[in-house]
Nanobody, 116 residues
Framework: QVQLVESGGGLVQPGGSLSLSCTNV????????RGWYRQAPGEQRELVAT???????NYADSVKGRFTISRDNAKNTVYLQMNSLKIEDTAVYYC??????????WGPGTQVTVSS
């Protein structure tokens, strides 16, 4: 019943910015963390950032200082602001929600391409 939908992916030039959003459009559930992962061609899926309902955030070293994760608890939405984008940020970005009971929920992914 849980369905996560991402939006905001697309093409952006190096140094540019892009914002991603992910909303649960299905049934509500008790959220432990919300986060973003990404997977580039030929690479493993990696953690980008996570955030708790209280706002405690963690970031991968590769995006610290450039990306900001935030959330709107009332809207069941997680947001990723990406600034100073680099070519190596190109990947499919996946939304991830984790429930207090240990359940994992994934969005279908959205393509982010950083290219001139």
């Amino acid at each position: 019943q849980v369905q996560l939908v991402e939006s905001g992916g697309g093409l952006v030039q190096p140094g540019g910015s892009l914002s991603l959003s992910c909303t649960n459009v299905g049934s509500s559930f008790s959220i432990y963390t919300r986060g973003w992962y990404r997977q580039a061609p030929g690479e493993q899926r990696e953690l980008v950032a996570t955030i708790t309902t209280g706002g405690s955030a963690n970031y991968a070293d590769s995006v610290k200082g450039r990306f900001t994760i935030s959330r709107d608890n009332a809207k069941n939405t997680v947001y990723l602001q990406m600034n100073s984008l680099k070519i190596e940020d190109t990947a499919v970005y996946y939304c991830h929600y984790k429930s207090f009971s240990g359940g994992d929920y994934w969005g279908p992914g959205t393509q982010v391409t950083v290219s001139s």
